[in-house]
């Protein structure tokens, strides 16, 4: 049984810190938040939950209000099992409602598949915004010196999808027909292909943390491919409405009214 809650005391704290230092190894690196911060954060009506199995903290989320009534979720930590992300983002969900807020935002790495298929297709988040090396670079034991190029997701808690997705009913967006795909992966490696259709297909490496280790340079040759593509057809207008089969963000032209 898993529980969340929030969390303001400074051991609850250091072992946020060490749960978010278990997952991305960050060494002697800076950590994604102090501990200063996270206690600061919550004693200011902030966002600091952890998610329990027994005694022992097996994910954590740290967040703060943002303009525009949206909560902005800064850092999300998970072990693997047992659906601990997906609780720990229902927990956010209720309590941004309960203060009155209508959305989440977080950013994320475009490239780690399935995070982009937990974010769109079980949450039911939306791209917004690319951007490129928002953070620099990354210099954890996961990015291995990656360009932190981010997707912005904004999470509107009360729309019927987003709310269907929390009672767990699934919710697939059908994928056109005459969709094309702008980007696929070809024996590893990213190949474009033409974008004039109405719906395009933008894939994403099966394993962009293993590629990195294993090959850095087609790491880097997907990164760049992916902020081309992804970030450019989004400059254009494009937006992304969902990630189909695992592997492919869905982008449409959308018409406006």
Request: charged fraction near 25%; include cysteine.
């Amino acid at each position: 049984m898993i529980e969340v809650r929030e969390l303001h005391e400074v051991p609850e704290l250091e072992g946020v810190n060490a749960l978010f230092d278990g997952i991305w190894h960050f060494g002697s690196g800076d950590p994604p938040i102090t501990l200063e911060l996270m206690r600061a954060l919550a004693h200011a009506g902030g966002y600091v939950a952890g998610a329990f199995e027994g005694e022992r903290m097996v994910g954590a989320s740290v967040g703060f209000l943002a303009a525009g009534g949206a909560l902005h979720s800064h850092v999300t930590g998970a072990t693997a099992g047992h659906g601990i992300g997906f609780l720990l983002k229902q927990h956010q969900r209720r309590w941004a409602l309960e203060r009155g807020l209508e959305r989440i935002t977080w950013t994320y790495d475009p490239l780690v598949r399935r995070n982009a298929h937990f974010n769109l297709a079980k949450l039911g988040a939306r791209p917004v915004e690319y951007l490129p090396a928002f953070y620099g670079v990354m210099e954890d034991a996961i990015n291995q010196g990656d360009e932190s190029d981010r997707l912005l997701a904004s999470w509107p808690l009360t729309a019927p999808h987003v709310e269907a997705l929390a009672r767990r009913e699934p919710y697939v967006a059908p994928v056109p027909a005459d969709a094309v795909v702008a980007l696929a992966d070809e024996g590893g490696r990213p190949v474009p292909g033409p974008d004039d259709a109405a719906t395009v297909l933008v894939a994403v490496p099966s394993d962009i943390e293993g590629l990195r280790r294993a090959d850095p340079g087609a790491g880097k040759a997907w990164r760049h491919a992916v902020r081309e593509v992804l970030g450019g057809l989004m400059a254009q207008g494009r937006e992304v409405t969902g990630f189909c089969g695992k592997s492919y963000y869905v982008l449409e032209r959308l018409e406006r009214q």
